[in-house]
């Protein structure tokens, strides 16, 4: 089955500091999401982003669906944006099949 | 309003025992998920249904079970065959391929 790799697993950054996630995946793709999971469990949609470029805010998002991979950026980060960031990749037997996630602790 | 209402949040059972976990949808969506996540890790596919009445293992499918009677419906048997079911467990869903997934709050499920 399709095999979806983030990297980095774990990064720590003061406060202000910018980032970059990235989400590898080994086969073409319908779709692919980027989430935020919360202390609580929660996820929190990102970004739906097969394709192309969009933004948000301090948080925007490219997906190169040709080379797979699609990269997260977040800009001036602050002590919210702490949490897991997960890479979610919907594959052509519509199965969506999920990263292991990039742990970010935004230090004060 | 709509969304995707997990129920119980939190589920202590005995080791041994049988628990369905309930997921309901009002957002007319055809496609719905199961997903299990253990501390620190991601979320892994247990099972999935893109239409009523039909559904496919996911990657970890073994001492679990579903059901999809109704298109807002899709609960989940943790059954006593599951080697160790203590775990979060999230539902989700989605219009059909190719659009965003939501999901619920997901439910604590402790065996001891």
């Known amino acids: 089955g399709i095999q979806v790799e983030q990297s980095p697993p774990d990064l720590i950054l003061q406060e202000g500091a910018n980032s970059t996630l990235r989400c590898n995946f080994s086969d073409s793709v319908n779709n692919l999401q980027w989430f935020h999971q919360n202390p609580w469990g929660q996820l929190i949609n990102l970004f739906y982003i097969p394709s192309g470029t969009k933004q948000n805010g301090r948080l925007s998002a490219t997906t190169v669906a040709t080379e797979r991979y699609s990269l997260l950026y977040i800009s001036s980060s602050q002590t919210t944006d702490s949490g897991v960031y997960f890479c979610?990749?919907?594959?052509?037997?519509?199965?969506?099949?999920f990263g292991k996630g990039t742990r970010l602790h935004i230090l004060p | 309003d709509g969304g995707i209402t997990q129920s119980p949040k939190y589920l202590f059972r005995k080791e041994g025992q049988n628990v369905t976990l309930s997921c309901e949808q009002n957002l007319n969506h055809d496609a719905m998920y199961w997903y299990r996540q253990d501390p620190g890790q991601g979320l892994r596919l247990i099972y999935y249904s893109q239409i009523v009445n039909d559904f496919q293992k996911g990657d970890i499918a073994e001492g679990y079970s579903v059901s999809r009677e109704k298109k807002e419906s899709f609960p989940l048997t943790v059954t006593s065959a599951q080697k160790n079911p203590t775990a979060f467990y999230l539902c989700a869903s989605t219009r059909g391929s190719g659009n965003t997934i939501y999901f619920g709050e997901g439910s604590w499920l402790t065996v001891v």
């Open positions: 979610a990749v919907e594959s052509r037997d519509d199965k969506i099949i």
